[in-house]
Every structure is written in structure tokens, then in C-alpha cells.
């Protein structure tokens, strides 16, 4: 089986053609990364417009470079939650008209499922069951993953999520959007044990999480140094490098906590936030310690794209779920909610 799959649930255009049997054929990606830089931040309104403009070339792009007709597909996919919701609109409206003008079926795929599937592009596929730490735009979740489409969640974020609080610490510095990898490659110039911030919940037993407060702490770290006139370039990256280690600390050791209460020797880091260089080092060396493995999509496959999305819509496609005629997305959906959808 072979299908299309459409990405567009926040600020990329994406296009991707997948094979069952020769894997993933191509994938075409517009960032809207310069678009919005200038306001901070994605602007809803702005990020649905460019999808509208974007995603029917890619369409023709990622069909031509697979060497695919609409005759050869077995089904189309596209995100239709959770994300902006005019911007999920945009996706889920072109993914249901091509496939009925191609007659084939259209398939609603989660955004969470595709990162939680990323990995399964890689040749080294993860075994099932497995762990898996989602560290995706405003998600921070350890999930218990059974199978495809089989997911119990352990732990979750009762507020802020990690990559908001890198997110958000970025600004407060004055970085430019998007924050996340700014403040990484500030934090790489710094001294971690200047600033020592809050490791939220690691005090109490649990899987769940909050960084809320540590973006309360970076707040005060940084007008208390504006204050003295301090905050200096040097400063700034010592605060960087701070945050990180806070951030990628928690993430560690709940997820360490999460493995031990599984039993499971398989890891999977999925979503944005697992692009991080610094999580990806501490997990490895502490998961080989447990005798765990740890596997994650290439780079590239970690934030949005539709290759990952059309790992998910095959496995729905193969399960036998499909969409009927109508156009919906979710700008919410619980992943607790996906087996019954």
C-alpha cells in the first residue's frame, strides 16, 4: 500500500508519500520560520494562510519526486489534531477533497501518534512495548506504547510544558523565535552551575511534570540581574545554560523513573524537544546504565514533517480507520482518546 500525507498543524507545510513495503518515498517541508519571526511567535491567522498557499505545490512536488500518480495511492492522510485549528482546517480540507476526487480513503491521524511512530522510518526500528518521553511544542508526556495505536499515559505536564519552558526562557532573554534551539546554542557558551534553577516535582513520587515555576525563576533570575546591570552576554548564556540543565534534569530522571516502573528495555524520545543534543547525551549514558535502549527519529523527523504522518495514517489505513465524507479537526484530543476514534 501506498499513501499521501499532509502536515499542517501549526507553523510547517509538509507533504510526504509513503510505501509499506519500500518505506518512505518523499517528504517536502515549508517552515514558516521567517514568517513569523518578526512578531515572536506563530500568528494563527498568518500560519493558515501560508498552508493554503503552500501545500497544493508540495502535493505535486512530493507526488513527483516519488514518481507517484493519484492512480498508484491507497489512501491520504493528514494531521487533524491536536494544533491550530485553521490551520488544521487547511490540511484536513485539501487531504478529504483528494481523496475523494482520487477516490481512495481519507485518514485523520493524531499529531502525537505521528512523533510517537517517528522513529519507525528509521532502520532500526524500536521494538514494541516500549517507553516512549513526547517532548512536542506544548506537550511533555511518558507514554506506555503497547503497539500502534495501543497507548497508555503515565505522566504528563499539569501546566507548562518543556518546550514552552525553553520556549519562554528564550524570550525572557531576548532570544529570537523560535527560542528552543536559540537557547540551546546560547546555553552551550555558559556555565551550568551559576544559576541553579528549580527541578519541578522531582520531590514527590509520580511521572507527572510542571515548569511553570522554573519560567517564574528564570523571570526574577533575569530582572535581578537587569537590576545590577549584569546581565551581560556572558550572563545571559550562564542563565541559558541553567535553564537546560534544570529542563533536561527533570526529563531524565521522571523518565528514568517511568523505565523502572515499566520494566520496559526499550526508550523512545519523540517530538521537538527530543532534537535537544544535552537530553539526548544524559538519557543514553543513564538508560545504558539500566540496560535500556534508547531510539529516536533522525533530526529532521523530530519536529513537524509529514513523513511521520504518514507512518501513523498506514497503520490506521492497515487497521481499517478511516474518515467519511466530512472535514474536522480538533484543536484538542486527548491521546486517552484515540483507540475509540
Known amino acids: 500500500m501506498r499513501i499521501l500525507a499532509l502536515e499542517s498543524s501549526c507553523d510547517e507545510s509538509a507533504v510526504a508519500v509513503y510505501d509499506e513495503a519500500a518505506g518512505l518515498l518523499s517528504h517536502q517541508i515549508h517552515s514558516q520560520v521567517e514568517l513569523h519571526r518578526v512578531y515572536g511567535g506563530v500568528v494563527p491567522e498568518l500560519a493558515s494562510r501560508d498552508h493554503v498557499r503552500r501545500l497544493l505545490p508540495l502535493v505535486r512536488s512530493a507526488l513527483a519526486m516519488a514518481d507517484t500518480s493519484a492512480a498508484q495511492l491507497d489512501g491520504v492522510a493528514f494531521t487533524a489534531g491536536p494544533g491550530l485549528v485553521g490551520a488544521l482546517l487547511t490540511g484536513a480540507a485539501l487531504g478529504r477533497s483528494l481523496a475523494y476526487a482520487w477516490k481512495v480513503p481519507a485518514i485523520a491521524v493524531h499529531h502525537l501518534e505521528g512523533h510517537l511512530l517517528a522513529p519507525l522510518l528509521e532502520r532500526e526500528a524500536p521494538p514494541f512495548p516500549h517507553l516512549a518521553l513526547l517532548v512536542s511544542g506544548g506537550h511533555t508526556m511518558l507514554i506506555d506504547v503497547q503497539a500502534p495505536g495501543r497507548y497508555e499515559v503515565l505522566g504528563e505536564t499539569r501546566d507548562d510544558a518543556a518546550g ?45 511534570f510542571s515548569f511553570s515555576g522554573l519560567k517564574t525563576a528564570v523571570s526574577l533570575a533575569v530582572k535581578e540581574q537587569s537590576a545590577q546591570g549584569s546581565l551581560s552576554e556572558g550572563t545571559r548564556a550562564d542563565i541559558a545554560a541553567g535553564v537546560q540543565e534544570a529542563i533536561v534534569d527533570t526529563l531524565v530522571r521522571k523518565t528514568l523513573r517511568a523505565l523502572e516502573q515499566t520494566g520496559h ?24 546504565r539500566q540496560g535500556v535502549k534508547v531510539f529516536y527519529p533522525r533530526i529532521e523527523f523530530c ?19 478511516h474518515e467519511d465524507l466530512g472535514v474536522r479537526a480538533r484543536a484538542t484530543w486527548p491521546l486517552a482518546e484515540l483507540a475509540s476514534s
Not at 525553553?166 to 546554542?185: M, V
Open 164 to 208: 514552552e519552558a525553553f520556549d519562554k526562557s528564550a524570550k525572557l532573554l531576548g532570544l529570537p523565535y523560535p527560542g528552543g534551539p536559540e537557547l540551546a546554542r546560547l546555553a552551550a557558551e555558559g556555565r551550568a552551575g551559576r544559576f541553579d534553577f528549580p527541578r519541578p516535582m522531582l520531590d514527590r513520587p509520580g511521572l507527572e
Open 265 to 288: 528495555g526499550a526508550l523512545v524520545v519523540a517530538g521537538g524537544v527530543g532534537a535537544n543534543r544535552l537530553l539526548r547525551q544524559r538519557l543514553e549514558v543513564a538508560a545504558a
Open 303 to 321: 519536529t513537524d514533517n509529514a513523513a511521520m504522518i504518514a507512518v501513523a495514517g498506514m497503520a490506521r489505513l492497515k487497521a481499517g480507520r
